[in-house]
């Protein structure tokens, strides 16, 4: 069974907040397009940049953190020598053990899309699971957070939140799954 954990905050934000964890923790960040002429392409993210925006591209599909350094050429993955494949993907059996999923994070001016975090493998890798368990814990101190969100009458736990006047989406698709607050 798959870990997960969810929150919705503004990207920028998110990866502002948890910037040092990730250089820390030796992970890196990758985000994943999809095209119908490229298919799937993959692009290497600097945490420290000032303006991370990779989210609000129109390819955008997701991001990774991987404690796995990963070559990325003409956007695809490459493991190195040691693969006999010319592409790989975060779901191959040489990745996945090293990687954290991530969907979500799109905003506009009144909506917030929840991020979506999940630990790939069952037995992760002892240096991505300790930094998912960093990300968790420092959200959990975080001045400013909450935990536990109403969608249609199932109320989730596993969600953080910043407070936001933005509507907080489950999918920026379809705008009208919403979160709310338990009154």
Request: one cysteine or more.
């Amino acid at each position: 069974m798959a870990v997960y954990f969810n929150i919705i905050i503004p990207f920028e934000k998110f990866i502002f907040e948890l910037k040092d964890i990730i250089d820390k923790n030796s992970v890196n960040l990758y985000a994943e397009y999809l095209n119908d002429k490229k298919g799937f392409y993959y692009e290497l993210i600097d945490p420290k940049s000032e303006n991370i925006t990779f989210f609000s591209n129109k390819d955008y599909r997701g991001f990774f953190f991987s404690s796995k350094i990963i070559e990325i050429k003409e956007g695809n993955l490459i493991l190195g020598k040691t693969s006999k494949k010319d592409s790989i993907s975060f779901y191959d059996d040489a990745l996945f053990d090293y990687c954290i999923e991530g969907k979500g994070g799109r905003e506009d001016q009144d909506n917030l899309e929840i991020i979506n975090l999940r630990i790939i493998s069952k037995n992760p890798d002892e240096q991505i699971a300790k930094f998912y368990n960093s990300l968790q814990n420092t959200l959990k101190k975080t001045e400013g957070v909450n935990s536990g969100l109403l969608i249609a009458n199932y109320f989730d736990s596993k969600v953080f939140y910043f407070k936001t006047h933005k509507n907080m989406l489950s999918d920026f698709d379809k705008k009208d799954i919403k979160y709310s607050k338990q009154d």
